[in-house]
């Protein structure tokens, strides 16, 4: 009881001096990246009045720039999501409360508030719901997820924004759902097929637009990838504040100037101090890349963003052996799924037989394939061998003959081709299908298995030599055959090396993993899986390796988890470490790499000065 109180007591002494009523908290100005108590005040302040429906955490990113902005407008000041003196002002006032704080007006017979139930009100959620307004349970009670939902509409179309729905707000709701469903069918081409996003369009470029405008603060709606009318009120309300034509279609103008505004808010949020900058580039002059980028994390929010060479977080790269990581994690989707005996005989699923050829009789595992220990060759490069042939004479170069599968540690690629055997085989889909179903596309990600089927308008860089010259072009591997059929026999080099992936959806993947499975609501593992991948696995030999996922153990504060990707002059490593909550992911092109107990030296610096850069960066309040 003693320590509770203490701890209490503590809070209320930090945030003490940012207290509404203090003249303090009403002369700062915060803004997108600020952290720690005062940030904490203007969450409360902002949650009691009904604007802010996130957790008080300190942090302002882009669901308190939003709370801000919606706050701002309701109060008649300027709309930038940015609190400064005025906004902090108005809020000492009191002032701009949604409707239902303020003494309420009669209500008309017709009308619906908060408290209000019946069915009325449940096709009153039904039409929000249809437009992307509102996102709760349609369960016909008029609560403060319908008020806010309602006043959002109602601020999109110029009305009076009381959050209670009178009659006139009913109709428009009524006749807006109506025409957006009309608008929807047929099903829509492809959005930007026309170059231009629109009303009813969805897909991949409207998801990309949306999360670019909830970044900045103009859309509060989880991005669903669909252009429903609150995305095209977020767009108009970009335009106004851009100078663009106020016409709702997002055009090439708008795009870019979106590019602009999102690219500049991220580089404000995530700006770093001098000594974090040198120290950067002092990594990448002394490693001799022609190009690299890195993104830090920790609980889920970035705090480092830092590229050079003309790449960025955004940049999809061919990312060498993290593509095995990558296709563990969809492969243990199917081991929850109790489709994969992780002990079972592999041959059991595959269309073909894989025996060491000097030990027929013991039976290869996943379990084996994911930890390498599976006796496969690491001076095995064949990926497509007629294996009905093999061990017909004798040993075969495929596998190291004097090691009996599950006893020996070996790191070999062939492991990795057969993970994406195994996914065709049991599913019946390709890779790339099985892979964007249940993981890319769940979690937001832009990847593939080879960038022809990467998202329209995706930036590539080739894959350079270690003297920076290109060593293999987009353009080739564009050009190159790909089955996207499930075909275990022929497509087995694909899930070696040959995903193509940013920084950007490798750090979300690792906040998966740390965050036991689930990110942003969305589960791809069981957390007992999660658990399993980094563990020793039992009845076998001791391994670097728990399941296709790499344990680093030399570096302070824990064990980082993750993979290495090595190939001509390219690396890519993606690590999160559970003791910090911190994620790591860094690819660098275009240099003779240099290891240190098997990881590139850049990765190897980042890793043994992360709480020097942790430290820099928030201090500086990233």
């Known amino acids: 009881m003693v320590k509770r109180f203490l701890a209490v007591l503590l809070v209320l002494v930090m945030l003490a001096p940012f207290a509404l009523t203090s003249s303090a908290f009403a002369a700062q100005t915060l803004r997108r990246g600020a952290r720690g108590s005062a940030v904490m ?123 209670n729905a009178d009659s006139r707000t009913q109709e428009l709701i009524s006749a807006s759902a109506a025409q957006n469903q009309d608008q929807a069918q047929p099903a829509p081409a492809a959005a930007g097929s026309t170059g231009t996003l629109r009303l009813g369009d969805s897909g991949d470029a409207v998801l990309q637009m949306q999360e670019r405008l909830a970044y900045i603060g103009y859309y509060s709606t989880d991005p669903a990838g669909v252009f429903d009318e609150a995305t095209r009120a977020a767009v108009l309300a970009f335009q106004k504040a851009q100078g663009l034509t106020k016409d709702g279609l997002a055009g090439k103008k708008t795009l870019a100037a979106l590019e602009t505004a ?91 037989k894989v025996r060491n050829p000097a030990w027929p009789e013991k039976a290869i595992t996943a379990r084996m394939l994911l930890s390498h220990t599976s006796s496969l060759s690491p001076a095995a490069d064949n990926y497509h061998p007629d294996w009905s042939k093999i061990g017909v004479n004798g040993y075969d170069p495929v596998f190291s003959e004097f090691v009996e599968p599950g006893t020996q540690y070996a790191y070999a690629d062939y492991n990795g081709a057969l993970f994406g055997c195994l996914i065709e085989a049991i599913t019946g889909e390709s890779v790339q299908k099985y892979m964007d179903r249940t993981v890319f596309k769940p979690l937001g990600l832009t990847a593939a298995y080879t960038p022809k089927l990467l998202p ?12 920076g010259k290109t060593a293999i072009s987009v353009k080739t591997d564009i050009n190159r055959t790909f089955n996207n059929k499930a075909d275990p026999k022929g497509n087995n080099g694909y899930t070696v090396g040959r995903l193509f992936i940013n920084t950007d959806s490798l750090t979300r993947l690792a906040q998966m993993m740390l965050a036991g499975g689930e990110l942003d609501g969305v589960r791809i593992l069981n957390t007992d899986t999660v658990a399993l991948m980094e563990a020793d ?25 993750g993979h290495q990707g090595r190939y001509s002059g390219l690396s890519s490593n993606i690590y999160y470490q559970r003791e910090t909550g911190i994620t790591m992911a860094l690819i660098m092109n275009g240099y003779d790499q240099k290891l240190e107990d098997n990881v590139v030296m850049p990765a190897v610096t980042l890793l043994r000065n992360m709480e020097l850069l942790e430290t820099l960066c928030t201090a500086a309040g990233t």
């Open 456 to 467: 329209s308008g995706t930036v590539t860089k080739d894959l350079l030599d270690k003297n």
């Open 537 to 561: 696995q039992p009845g076998l030999t001791e391994s670097r390796y728990g399941l296709g996922t790499v344990r680093l153990t030399q570096f302070d504060r824990g064990t980082w988890y």
């Open 41 to 163: 005040t203007l969450q409360t302040a902002l949650k009691d009045l009904g604007y802010y429906t996130k957790a008080v955490d300190g942090i302002y990113g882009s669901g308190t720039v939003a709370a801000v902005r919606a706050f701002q407008a309701a109060s008649g000041l300027k709309a930038d999501g940015i609190a400064g003196p005025k906004t902090m002002a108005k809020l000492n006032e009191g002032g701009g409360a949604p409707a239902e704080t303020q003494p309420a007006p009669v209500p008309g017979p017709d009308e619906l508030r908060h408290g209000s139930r019946g069915e009325a009100v449940k096709a009153l959620q039904s039409a929000l719901k249809k437009l992307g307004y509102y996102t709760k349970t349609v369960d016909g009670i008029y609560g403060k997820g319908t008020a806010s939902a309602v006043r959002a509409f109602q601020q999109a179309k110029g009305l009076d924004a009381t959050g």
């Open 262 to 352: 999102w690219k500049a808010a991220k580089k404000e949020a995530l700006s770093m101090p001098d000594e974090a900058v040198t120290f950067l580039r002092t990594m990448a002059a002394e490693s001799g890349a022609a190009c690299g980028t890195v993104l830090l994390s920790k609980h889920g929010e970035p705090f480092l963003i830092w590229s050079f060479g003309g790449i960025d977080e955004n940049t999809c790269l061919r990312i060498a052996s993290v593509t095995k990581w990558v296709t563990a994690i969809g492969l243990m989707t199917l081991y929850d799924q109790g489709k994969l005996d992780l002990d079972a005989d592999i041959g059991d699923y595959l269309p073909f």
